[in-house]
């Protein structure tokens, strides 16, 4: 068995955020459901931007953000995701190998521009997620590496890989590399539309053992289950999966196993600012918990103190180490 | 006598922030002076992105952040500067015109890139500003039309014009251009090592009466009069200027004319994050309250406020409305 190099390996759609503050009524005016993710094409990306609000640009990309919260934590990681060789594909990978994690994959010369995210932060904090998955889509089997993935103790892999076309194949070939090498397998939902989308391939790969680990937020739990029964859900998802977490916003997260049903409360904020990267972090500080095969309350501390500081600003990704302030908190590993 | 459209009209170096948390330690490593804003060439900008960790990119600019300031307070707005026709000065192009500003300068279509400047946030919240300045090195007089100038209230120039061959030359015409309309022209003095550099020409400005308005922090006011003694320097500026606002950060402002010298004291904060924009905004604040014949305190007020919003958070434009905000804090022009 090869040694462990990185704590935390990610799969995931490599994208810039582009991010406004809006009203409501934008959301109303531009047919946008609150709260949720929507694949855009390029003349409604552009029809967006150019009714927005000024504009931050912040690297993103849900698997992505994870990754560097989990380097920030002071854990190795690794990144696969795919970019254009152009001025946001540059910002992209100037962003993650910045926070200190390993990034190679190949980024296309041609094709379609680097993917964008247009996220319209509404008062109450709350975010709404317009994407273009531009060169993102073009992420191949090919970009995967069997022996990458098989020094990675955890891959971690996003629900929105399903969405660009061959992902889904590299996807498949990355978790069957991690098993052949004895690792873990981690999915997260993603987002309720997803899930709608592609249930039946979701709850497959949870009963296959495709996954060892899921993450979901109540309403892509609900989604999933079709349910509006959050406890009847969560009885269906510990015949599913063998291990999975799920995060009710204020309320904290669920630890489940066949076996155990842990809640672990949220972390204190002083402002919501901003929603935006908050289950993204979350997992950070879940994957990091467990890579250093810490118990299940002090994985979901982890996780409930990364999504904490995320959200008291704007974007996706920390902007204080999370190793400095775990220790602040008294959170060893 | 035509009539007004804009209460303000900026002219100023059009550039994308490229923003980072940093320790001091990369500042010393780095050889750059704290607090100050130092001119780059590519060789350097490159260097230093590649060090610089994980970045927000943020439409910015002195001047252009303060006419952004100056729209969001909900008064008539607009800037001249020049962006290159590429990602980045679309963003550019994009921000201003969607914070409610006029736009019209033609975007370089060849030549060097758009400019950036790289901002290094320290732990203590202040700034270090390093800027490329790219195509702004390509303003021309060409690019400054008279009767527009001309329905400006007030024409607000940044003593950072000084820097690029050709702006000089423009700044002269449109404040040529504002007082043949009967109109006002204020100038920044930008940042202390800019006075160094054209400390003879600022003084010349100012004693012709080529501006009317002046605005400086301590620091710049020091430099101006190469002395340490704050007060001597006050002294001096009221023999120089017709009117000056001196800010002081967490001790407010001073309003200098030749016959009275009013102090006001700055917004009280929660906490401070990134000091980029605070003189920027205070000067949009205090040209609202100019351009609405606001009494000097009120004037200061508006301009203490708008300070307040900016340092509270990353990025050198506000992030909500200060209309909003000024209503919310019973301040009325």
Redesign the interface.
């Known amino acids: 068995m090869t040694s462990v190099q990185y704590d935390v390996l990610g799969i995931g759609n490599a994208i810039v955020d582009v991010i406004?503050?809006t009203e409501e009524d934008f959301l109303v005016k531009h047919r946008m459901q609150k709260g949720t993710m929507a694949l855009i094409d390029e003349a409604r990306a552009a029809q967006i931007?150019?009714a927005?609000?000024?504009?931050?640009?912040?690297?993103g990309g849900s698997a992505a953000n994870t990754i560097?919260g989990v380097a920030s934590f002071g854990a190795r990681a690794a990144f696969v995701g795919k970019v254009k060789k152009?001025?946001?594909g540059d910002?992209f990978a100037?962003?993650?190998r910045?926070?200190g994690v390993a990034f190679e994959t190949r980024p296309a010369t041609d094709g379609p521009s680097t993917a964008r995210c247009y996220v319209l932060i509404t008062p109450d904090g709350e975010r709404t997620m317009n994407t273009y998955l531009g060169a993102a889509q073009n992420l191949h089997p090919r970009d995967i590496d069997p022996n990458m993935i098989g020094r990675a103790a955890i891959t971690y892999l996003e629900g929105y890989l399903w969405d660009p076309r061959d992902a889904k194949d590299a996807f498949v070939k990355a978790a069957k590399a991690a098993h052949d090498a004895g690792r873990k397998v981690a999915l997260t939902l993603s987002d309720a539309f997803c899930v709608d989308r592609y249930r039946a391939e979701f709850l497959d790969l949870m009963r296959k053992g495709t996954v060892d680990i899921v993450f979901a937020n109540e309403g892509e739990l609900k989604s999933l289950y079709e349910t509006a029964d959050f406890h009847a859900a969560i009885g269906q998802l510990r015949n599913d999966a063998r291990f999975a977490v799920v995060t009710r916003s204020e309320q904290g997260c669920v630890v489940v196993t066949a076996g155990s049903v842990t809640p672990v409360p949220a972390f204190p904020i002083d402002r919501l600012v901003d929603t935006t990267g908050a289950g993204d972090l979350f997992a950070a500080g879940f994957l990091v918990g467990l890579a250093h095969g810490s118990d299940h309350t002090t994985c979901g501390k982890f996780a409930a103190l990364a999504a904490a500081e995320v959200i008291q600003?704007?974007?996706a990704?920390p902007?204080?180490s999370l190793k400095a302030l775990a220790t602040a908190n008294g959170l060893r590993a």
Chains 1, 2 share one sequence.
């Open positions: 406004a503050q931007y150019a927005m609000g000024p504009t931050i640009e912040s690297s560097v152009d001025t946001l910002v100037h962003d993650i910045a926070a600003h704007v974007g990704r902007q204080q």
